[in-house]
């Protein structure tokens, strides 16, 4: 998965950006009444997430895995 469409995915359901710093972006949203915090560290948006990193920032979303597939 690209950068740009996880970021795509989290912003459809309801998660904005908050802060930036250098190449991390964080993005802030609601789930199941919880605040839920995602950290992105990207420079290109068409660049490919690794595996493990896209495992951790799905956690930190809280969103269902099927949304991401």
């Not at 995915?9 to 993005?27: M, T």
């Not at 199941?32 to 896209?54: E, F, H, Q, W």
Request: no cysteine.
């Amino acid at each position: 998965m690209k950068f740009r469409d996880f970021i795509a995915i989290i912003s459809r359901n309801g998660f904005s950006k908050v802060r930036q710093n250098g190449d991390h972006h964080q993005f802030e949203g609601r789930v199941d009444g919880k605040r839920r915090m995602v950290t992105v560290a990207y420079s290109r948006g068409g660049d490919d997430i690794a595996p493990y990193n896209l495992a951790s920032m799905i956690r930190q979303s809280g969103l269902p895995k099927k949304f991401f597939r």
